[in-house]
Every structure is written in C-alpha cells, then in structure tokens.
C-alpha cells in the first residue's frame, strides 16, 4: 500500500532552524513535494525533490533518501512569517500526488 | 485570468441541492484536479482529468461529478449535496512536464 507522514505540529523560535520531517512508503515513485499553506489560503510549492540528496533554495532547504523513504523540509533563519503548515506529497507510478495531512508550524518570538 | 481560478469564493447550502463548482485555468495546463481539504486531513484528491476530453475518479469520488469538456475548465458537481461534504475545495492544475501543482483559491462549502 501507499502511505505518508508527517508530525502534526511543530514549534519553533524565531531566527532559529527548524526540520520538518516525512516518511513515505509507496512502490512507485516519482519524485517528492514539499507545499507551504498559510491558514485560509491555497497551498504554494516550495520544492520537488526526485533524486537523493539536499536541495538548496534560499532559506529552505529539502532533502531526500529513496532507500529510507524518508525526506526532510529544513527552515533557516525563521521568520514569523513562517508560521503556516507545510504539506509533504509524493508522486506514484500514475503521477498522481499522494498528500500527507501537513505540519503546522507555529513560530514563537 | 492569470493562473487558476476558481467560484465562488464561499458558499452555504441546503442538504439536497445541486451545486456547481467552476474552476478555470489560462495556462494550457494539460492536468487539472479537484481536492477536498479537511481539518486533520492532507488533502484528497476526488476527480482528476489527464487531458481535455478525459476524467478519472480520485480517492473520494462519491457523491461528485466532473466534466473536461476543453483545456481551461474544469466543474465539479455536487449532484445532492450532503453535510459530509462540507469541507475548504481547491481546483489545481499542472503542465504535462513538471510535476508541480499550481492551486486555485479555493470555495469553502458548508452545506447545512
């Protein structure tokens, strides 16, 4: 079967680092998505990850391990503006997204 | 039009009544879906459409209905609306290389 997850909610303060982490577990794969979502608006793409390692953009870093099934989001130098839940999302063999319920993160000054 | 767009906005409703959603995209985007977004819940995937002409049914089709009679327009139906439906729907699109995801606003539907 297909399954995804991810931590509910997180903490963190602001100027710090935080990392965001997803488990996925699917027997086709075709690349990783991590989305960010600010309460009441629509989710926005932050990184696409297909092949293992890190991925650098800016203050937002994404990693990824297809042996492990398991990929990171990681947030530099927090900002409140950070605060939002961020979505983890994997593609199956039929390029269909397969979502996990999101991580709210909550930025403390 | 820039982007994807989607209406109306917001919406109450009474159980019973047939409902249209419309969401239109000006990007040629090849791929167009339609997601229901729950508190608690990633998001899933209810209707999607490969190409214009073309529909497939997602992880929660029951009770909705999709048309793709061209590239830009996507509608999903809510024959006989239910209070389960109640729930935040986002319209997303995609162009036939990338595998990124371009959302429309969402409709947040309450039906009562």
């Known amino acids: 079967g297909q399954n995804i997850d991810q931590p509910t909610e997180m903490t963190a303060t602001e100027g710090a680092i935080v990392q965001i982490n997803c488990t996925y577990q699917?027997?086709?794969?075709?690349?990783l998505f991590w989305y960010q979502q600010h309460a009441g608006e629509a989710p926005t793409f932050l990184s696409y990850?297909?092949l293992d390692g890190l991925e650098e953009k800016g203050r937002f870093s994404s990693f990824l391990s297809r042996s492990k099934g398991y990929s990171y989001l990681l947030l530099k130098e927090l900002q409140m503006k950070d605060s939002a839940s961020y979505l983890c999302a994997f593609m199956d063999s039929n390029y269909q997204l397969i979502w996990g319920a999101g991580t709210k993160l909550i930025i403390k000054p | 039009i820039a982007g994807i767009t989607q209406a109306p906005t917001s919406q109450i409703l009474a159980a019973g009544r047939r409902m249209t959603l419309r969401c239109t995209q000006d990007?040629?985007?090849?791929?167009m879906y339609w997601y229901r977004q729950d508190l608690g819940l990633g998001l899933r995937l209810i209707h999607y459409?490969?190409?214009?002409?073309?529909?497939g049914k997602g992880e929660v089709p029951d009770g909705y209905s999709v048309s793709r009679a061209n590239t830009d327009d996507f509608p999903l139906t809510l024959a006989s609306a239910v209070p389960s439906q109640t729930s935040v729907y986002f319209c997303a699109s995609r162009p036939r290389d990338t595998g990124e995801l371009f959302f429309g606003e969402g409709s947040r539907l309450t039906v009562l």
């Open positions: 699917t027997s086709g794969f075709n690349g």
């Open positions: 990007m040629r985007h090849n791929a």
């Open positions: 990850n297909v």
């Open positions: 459409s490969n190409t214009a002409g073309t529909t």
